[in-house]
């Protein structure tokens, strides 16, 4: 029951927790994207087209930066710029193919990742049921922030 619990000292603890956690799952992989091209990829993936002033705006990040990062993405096939259908002198940009090919292969590894260490690490039946059933909690937590 709620009232039984500190949400302050759950607070805390999955704060340092999923900390941890993903500052591991960060850790590049060589030859692999970069964050902010993941996150860039990931928006263009779930929104669908955008300007790059709106993705400087949705990635609380500078026009320069989010330029930066699309020129790099663009240079290798990751997304693809085109006029805008609603005004023809904007410019939008879409993930590509190949973009979304990358994405796939990023999450599949990052999964594999996981499903190694929850074998090393010598997970039990018990534990990864409790993780699983946690999953969709945290996912929830995620969306409230």
Known sequence: MIDDLDVGVVGSALQVSLGL??????QPVRGELTLPEVSVLSRLERAGSATTSDLAR????????????????????LVERR???????RVVMSVAEAGLQALR??????SEQLA?????????????????AAA??????????
């Open 116 to 132: 190694k260490a929850l074998v090393v690490g010598g997970f039990t039946r018990a534990e990864l049921e409790m993780l699983m």
């Open 105 to 110: 292969d990023r999450r599949s590894a990052r």
């Open 21 to 26: 956690f993903v500052r591991r799952l960060r």
């Open 83 to 89: 006029p805008d259908p609603s005004d023809g002198r």
């Open 136 to 145: 969709p909690l945290i996912e929830r937590l995620g969306e409230s922030l």
């Open 58 to 77: 949705a990635e609380q990040i500078t026009p320069q930066a989010i330029g930066a990062t699309l020129a790099g993405l663009e240079e290798r096939g």
